[in-house]
């Protein structure tokens, strides 16, 4: 029965049907085919429980909060924030390159959309290319890795799905994700750098700055760590729940706005078209995953992958190498909310009874879905900043994020042999 429900699948998704509806077809032929009773009933229960979910409510709100930063242009304010702060380490070889990933982190801190911060910073740093003579792939690189960003370092509409999936603490999750997201967004600057140093014709002209002028930029430093306060440390202070947090970063995204003078009756409608637009998609992709997974649960298909995994009679490190090679694959044919939708409920079983930590575990398939976002041919930050560029060959962006997914792909090997990294905050705060 595994075979048939992954070549119906497969055979669905070829046919360019969507995800939300190749799942939910999925669903309906499996219970009409392989279940004994008729399991239509049930699937209208099991589809209202999984949308009159509170936590499912954050979702919309930390679309509409990315979407208001985007739309109301704080996300430029950001971006040169960080390009000031780096003229305080202008000696850094690649300059304006380490502000691409740093601003990418810093935004990605304020609005959890990988996609957003890829748009916005690329809209505002591609005129560095030519202004500063950088080589375009690895300038192009480093805003296509440092996007994906977004769905690792708080907060993160990934991790609030895979812990309604897994029933798993999401502030446990945020607190998780900290110190991968920073030392990742470390290594990603650490490599350019080196590359620098290596060919200092990828580093294009030096950053010129004066004391006067680094003096000058600490104020704008208020407006990503006011989001980020709101956002997040309402969490841990006890004040909110994730998802009354995600409704306060959409007043502080307002109140950020209206101070800045950028907000108006239409950027507020564009804001929330987009936020429904979104909202819609994932939403739609959710119910019909959860109806999957309620019929392949109820037919045992679970129980029988997990057992087959098993029955291979790996080691649990080779094991975890063998779904991490499965994910990487994956993440060349599917967008990321598909992948964790599809996989997660029956995969994370597996991993709990080979004995890791559902939390750590999040934070590898996050670290997996980023790679995602930049491997071709569907990675979709890839052709977000081909898009942003408007010229050129797509290859400049592809050739440019291969060693970024190199580089995810060691941070994953280091979670393994320390999966501190990602657990200390968590039980240390908890």
Request: with cysteine; proline share 6%; glycine share 8%.
């Amino acid at each position: 029965m595994i075979a048939i429900s992954l070549s119906m699948l497969l055979g669905i998704l070829a046919l360019s049907v969507s995800v939300a509806a190749a799942l939910g077809l999925l669903a309906l032929l499996l219970a009409s085919v392989f279940s004994p009773i008729n399991l239509y009933p049930m699937l209208g229960e099991v589809a209202w429980q999984a949308m009159s979910s509170e936590t499912l409510v954050a979702i919309p709100f930390f679309i509409m909060l990315g979407e208001i930063l985007l739309r109301a242009g704080i996300a430029e304010r950001m971006y040169r924030m960080y390009n000031a702060l780096v003229e305080w380490i202008s000696w850094l070889p690649g300059g304006t390159m380490h502000a691409n990933i740093g601003s990418s982190a810093l935004f990605a801190a304020s609005s959890g959309s990988s996609v957003a911060t890829a748009a916005t910073i690329g809209t505002v740093a591609m005129p560095e290319i030519k202004r500063r003579g950088y080589a375009p792939p690895l300038f192009l690189g480093t805003i296509a890795a440092g996007g994906t960003l977004g769905i690792l370092i708080p907060p993160s509409v990934i991790l609030v799905i895979y812990g309604i999936l897994t029933e798993t603490s999401i502030p446990r999750l945020y607190l998780a994700g900290f110190i991968p997201g920073i030392l990742l967004a470390l290594m990603f600057m650490a490599f350019v750098m080196i590359v620098c140093i290596a060919k200092p014709k990828l580093g294009g002209t030096p950053v010129k700055t004066s004391w006067s002028r680094r003096i000058e930029v600490l104020p704008d430093l208020l407006p990503p760590l006011f989001i980020f306060a709101v956002v997040v440390l309402t969490i841990y202070a006890g004040i909110a729940t994730p998802t009354e947090a995600a409704a306060f970063g959409v007043v502080a995204a307002l109140f950020l706005a209206a101070v800045l003078r950028r907000l108006s009756w239409p950027i507020l409608r564009e804001a929330i078209q987009g936020t429904m637009r979104t909202t819609a998609m994932v939403v739609a992709i959710v119910l019909s995953a959860f109806v999957l997974n309620f019929v392949i649960g109820f037919l045992g298909i679970s129980q029988d992958i997990a057992n087959a995994v098993i029955s291979l009679d790996l080691s649990p490190t080779q094991l975890m190498l063998a779904i991490v090679v499965f994910y990487l694959i994956l993440g060349c044919f599917l967008e990321g909310f598909s992948i964790i939708l599809i996989t997660v409920p029956v995969v994370v079983p597996v991993v709990v009874q080979l004995g890791y930590d559902p939390i750590w575990f999040g934070i590898v398939v996050t670290l997996l879905l980023e790679a995602a976002l930049i491997t071709p041919p569907i990675g979709v930050n890839l052709y977000v900043v081909q898009g942003v560029r408007g010229t050129g060959s797509i290859m400049d962006v592809i050739v440019g994020s291969a060693p970024f997914v190199i580089l995810m792909f060691l941070m994953i090997l280091a979670l393994m042999a320390f999966p501190q990294l990602a657990l200390w905050l968590p039980s240390v705060v908890f």
